[in-house]
């Protein structure tokens, strides 16, 4: 079985939408970037800390999941990481209302042994000096190593994710991301002027809008699914990362024609993520319902065009 080595925060989130909202729950990018991952047949583990205060019922969630949590660092007396955010009422945007870094401050990664030989490894949304440290202590060269970042990076850690940047295959960010750390306005540019950062390939995401791949001058774009109801829109992101990282995994073919799977089987959990608060809708989240909502992707994007 192919190893995922994710790398990322286990946190908490308090989370309010125009649709209610929510006192602490489980949170934070490895988190779901693992969930989402644990649909595929890898042998997943995740490099994190927490508090104290972090309840063993989440850690017994993630080992329920077949995710190996021998890299998650638990600090005695230490708080864990919390984030508090508002969303507006279109969900596109949000106010963060609350961010407790507590031990993710002092955080030093140290890989699981049996990680460090990891054939796919997924950078999650964390410092850029985190994400190299981890890449620092593989001793195999993974096949294939994707990084999630944000602009709160590119404001206040744009020459340490510089760095990391040139290391890593795949990149996924959203279109606003994209347009900040390129430069340039039309996303065909800014994946371009990404490409020569180092990125072999670019996953720009644009939410409800789908997501885009680049790579060279190849261009394939994966719509969202139309979904009747989006009630939190929080981690929708890392569970797109999750599914695309874990579908290449499983698969070990790192085409740009098998990333297009990948694109829609990261599309496909993330419809699924935003239906409910949290982690809630990725903790029971069955194979036959993936599989179903695959057919809906299938049909609402294949057909022949008839050329005159």
Known sequence: ???????????????????????????????????????FNVKSGIVSVVGEDFPQEYLDLLTAKNIDISGIEIVKGGKTFFWSGKYHNDLNSRDTLATELNVLADFNPVVAQDFKNADVVMLGNLHPLVQSSVLDQMTTTPKLVVLDTMNFWMDCALPELLDIVKRVDVITINDEEARQLSGEYSLVKAAAKIHTM??????????????????????????????????????AGDT??????????????????????????????????????GTERMETLKKEEVQERLKQFKALTQFDIELS
């Open 198 to 235: 180092g990125p072999k390939y670019v996953v720009i995401k644009k939410g409800e809008h789908g997501a885009l791949l680049f790579h060279n001058k190849e261009v394939f774009f994966a719509p969202a699914l139309p979904l009747e109801e989006v009630f939190d829109p929080t981690g």
């Open 1 to 39: 079985m192919n190893k995922l080595l994710i790398v990322g925060t286990v946190a908490f989130d308090a989370i309010e939408t125009p649709f209610g909202k929510t006192d602490k729950i489980l949170g934070g990018a490895a988190t779901y970037i693992g969930l989402s991952a644990s649909h």
């Open 240 to 277: 797109f990362a999750g599914g695309f990282s874990g579908y290449i995994a499983q698969s070990e073919n790192i085409s740009f024609d098998n990333m297009k799977n990948g694109i829609i089987h990261g599309s496909n959990l993330a419809s699924f993520c935003v239906e409910k608060f």
